[in-house]
Nanobody, 125 residues
Framework: QVQLAESGGGSVQTGGSLTLSCVASGRIFSADIMAWFRRSPEKAREVVAG????????YYSDSVKGRFTISRDKAENTGYLAMNSLKPDDTAVYYC??????????????????WGQGTQVTVSA
């Protein structure tokens, strides 16, 4: 099993920045894709970004492309989501998740057995 723990959420004003972290522990050797999702009361869960654990190849949803950067530190078993130019529409609970395989460009269809507890991001106008 893999355990994931997010941190770094908070409240910022429009245009502000936050960096989320996701520390993985347990059977991390089986990791293939780390992704970030978000969910708000107004929207269903949506994919934000994903990264191939081995190569660092990334994927971004159109809504965050150019503003968010996903990365991972394999030595520290930690993934990051750097969020810049934040908008009120980015307000949500953000979750990191880990998969053992799948298509990085089709993340909604990938099975993610491991999830973090979520961290709240609030962007005020």
């Amino acid at each position: 099993q893999v355990q994931l723990a997010e941190s770094g959420g908070g409240s910022v004003q429009t245009g502000g920045s936050l960096t989320l972290s996701c520390v993985a522990s347990g059977r991390i050797f089986s990791a293939d894709i780390m992704a970030w999702f978000r969910r708000s009361p107004e929207k269903a869960r949506e994919v934000v970004a994903g990264v191939r654990w081995s190569s660092g190849t990334t994927y971004y949803s159109d809504s965050v492309k150019g503003r968010f950067t996903i990365s991972r530190d394999k030595a520290e078993n930690t993934g990051y989501l750097a969020m810049n130019s934040l908008k009120p529409d980015d307000t949500a609970v953000y979750y990191c998740a880990l998969a053992t395989g799948g298509d990085l460009n089709d993340l909604p269809r990938v099975y993610f057995p491991s999830w973090g507890q979520g961290t709240q991001v609030t962007v005020s106008a």
